[in-house]
């Protein structure tokens, strides 16, 4: 109840900030709910499902368009995803472990906050998605015999048909399901493979086919260049970012990765924001810096030393049991500790893979913070991580025992491992405290390294608002809104960044074009608004003061270049922190 209060108390606040991106999200709930329209993906992006606008829509329905009404949908999947992390966690630890890990869970950082409560599509769902694999992995193969008999055979086939629709509706929703899909799929294989011969496969197969009916239905009818696969390596390729030569751009990837994204998706805060070229991450010199080295390298190499202790610790128990197995073959109780292992050690494969991955794209070089949601499904790798500091001293004692023959000693490096893994325990959860203070006072949040960064642009941006920062700008731009419809400036081009947002914040009273830095027609994601306003000889434009754009249409209006001349018509006022341009004079 804390978690679903804490994040409809910020929706309500109206933050985070709401971009473009997430306008177009909203903006789809509304063709869904009063228009009848029935999209398969997000506007003009054919790899990530859907699901956030119909959900939206529903709200709208019900209480009306708003960004919060928007954010509703979100907090209900987040409910349904600390559920299954409960039910999950007490199937393969404990309830304490359990308790502990959805007290986490409940807390977080501004980032983490943030990505649960932006609709911009996958993150939620793949959450969700991922969980559920893994729940009905972990129950399938505890409940399954060693003999292959069939027991509950009818709930056992409705599981395979779960299974296979979480993993469909994942893939529609974001290729980040696949290493879900993976890991849980060869535990099922390993400990459930004698069930291939009866009906679970056809079962998971059918289940499968309907969650990725819309994904499959795209994919036939997309015309060349437009399938999922072509638009998910170009989200990837990061196209529009420099070429650089492999051995600068690697050491930037992995600087990226290691002390950037990593400690942004794993609640690591207040972060010092910036890029891989002008972060310190092992300077000394002030309290910045000093601070700056804790969150931003000894913060991720913790999580790094975390995991491997979880790693090591897995693999030590999987091997003995191994060996048990090659003897004499496993008891009950031996194979159930086998496949809780494996299911462990599936939870920490899982979280590592998109690290990995996405170590291997420009993204984690140029935009590791924006481009840190791509690593979100590490969340789902927690209990993996806190489970060796609850339960450790089952394994340290024994451990210690064998490194010293003196009793003594190893009893007071057990109390030792006792006081420190507490210690982590206490470290992270005020840490994570912390977080939940600063977003909603935001004291403690550092400067934005550049002051004049266009909030806005998400893509690229390097910092995350508090609630009082966001608030000031959704202050600023409701006025604009108001004072555009008092101008009758209903029709406008803008950039990408402020179009859609300004739409959906407007209801659709404001219709907007996407132009670029040049005035060239930019990436609208639906067509129609650009007709709308292209077909409006008397269309406003409306930038941001000072801006490229606002500086490139200020030199058009001056210039006595005849190829201009039109723009002469046009009169700029400043309002509201924007530039607009009219052909009535205002």
Request: hydrophobic share 50%.
């Amino acid at each position: 109840m804390l978690a679903i209060a804490l994040r409809a108390i910020l929706a309500a606040k109206g933050w985070p900030l709401l971009d473009s991106d997430e306008g177009t999200m909203g903006l789809m709930g509304m063709h869904i709910a009063f228009r009848g329209e029935r999209p398969i993906f997000f506007y003009a992006q054919g790899y990530m499902g859907a699901t956030e606008a119909y959900l939206a829509a529903i709200m709208f329905r019900l209480f009306g368009v708003s960004s919060f009404t928007l954010r509703l949908g979100l907090i209900l999947i987040f409910a349904l995803f600390l559920l299954g992390m409960y039910l999950l966690t007490s199937l393969l630890y404990n309830r304490k472990v359990a308790l502990l890990t959805l007290a986490l869970l409940a807390l977080g950082s501004n980032p983490m906050l943030m990505r649960e409560l932006i609709a911009v599509g996958g993150v939620p769902e793949t959450w969700l998605a991922g969980t559920c694999l893994l729940l009905l992995t972990a129950w399938l193969a505890l409940s399954s015999s060693a003999d292959g008999s069939m027991r509950n055979h009818w709930p056992r086939l409705a599981a395979y048909f779960v299974w296979g629709g979480a993993a469909g509706f994942g893939l529609w929703s974001h290729m980040l399901i696949l290493p879900f899909i993976l890991v849980s799929g060869i535990v099922l294989l390993v400990f459930c493979w004698r069930e291939l011969l009866s009906f679970a496969p056809l079962c998971l197969l059918l289940g499968l086919l309907i969650g990725s009916f819309p994904l499959i239905y795209y994919n036939l009818t997309a015309p060349p260049g437009k399938d999922t696969l072509f638009y998910a390596v170009h989200a990837m390729e990061a196209g529009d970012s420099p070429q650089l030569p492999l051995q600068v751009l690697l050491p930037m990837q992995l600087k990226g990765v290691l002390f950037i994204s990593l400690p942004t998706v794993t609640g690591a805060n207040p972060l010092c924001y910036g890029s891989v070229y002008t972060l310190p991450l092992l300077h000394m010199g002030n309290i910045h810096d000093v601070r700056c080295t804790l969150v931003h390298t000894v913060w991720p190499l913790g999580v790094i030393l975390l995991w491997l202790f979880a790693f090591g610790l897995t693999l030590r128990t999987l091997w003995a049991l191994r060996s048990q197995f090659v003897n004499k073959g496993w008891s009950v109780a031996e194979r159930r500790e086998a496949i809780r292992s494996s299911l462990h050690l599936a939870l920490l494969i899982s979280g590592a893979l998109p690290v990995l991955l996405y170590m291997l794209s420009p993204n984690s070089a140029f935009y590791p913070v924006a481009t840190s949601r791509y690593l979100t499904g590490c969340l789902v790798s927690t209990p993996a991580l806190l489970a060796p500091l609850v339960s450790g001293s089952n394994v340290v004692k024994p451990l210690a025992l064998r490194l010293t023959s003196r009793v003594t000693l190893a009893l007071r490096l057990a109390r030792l491992s006792v006081v420190l893994r507490r210690g982590v325990l206490i470290v992270v959860g005020l840490v994570f405290v912390l977080g939940v203070f600063s977003t909603f006072t935001g004291l403690l949040t550092p400067p934005a390294v550049d002051r004049h960064e266009d909030v806005y642009y998400t893509q690229v941006s390097t910092q995350h608002l508090d609630v009082p920062a966001v608030q000031a700008l959704n202050r600023q731009e409701a006025a604009l809104i108001r004072d555009l419809l008092q101008l009758g400036a209903r029709h406008v081009y803008s950039d990408y960044w402020t179009c859609d947002r300004l739409i959906f914040q407007s209801k659709e009273r404001i219709v907007c074009s996407v132009v670029q830095d040049t005035l060239a027609p930019g990436h609208n994601r639906y067509a129609p608004y650009s007709s709308i306003v292209k077909a409006d000889p008397a269309a406003a434009y409306v930038f941001h003061a000072g801006s490229q754009p606002d500086t490139t249409f200020a030199q058009r209006m001056a210039s006595s270049d005849e190829k201009f001349h039109t723009f002469k018509r046009y009169h700029r006022l400043a309002l509201d922190g924007y530039a607009v341009y009219s052909i009535n004079k205002i």
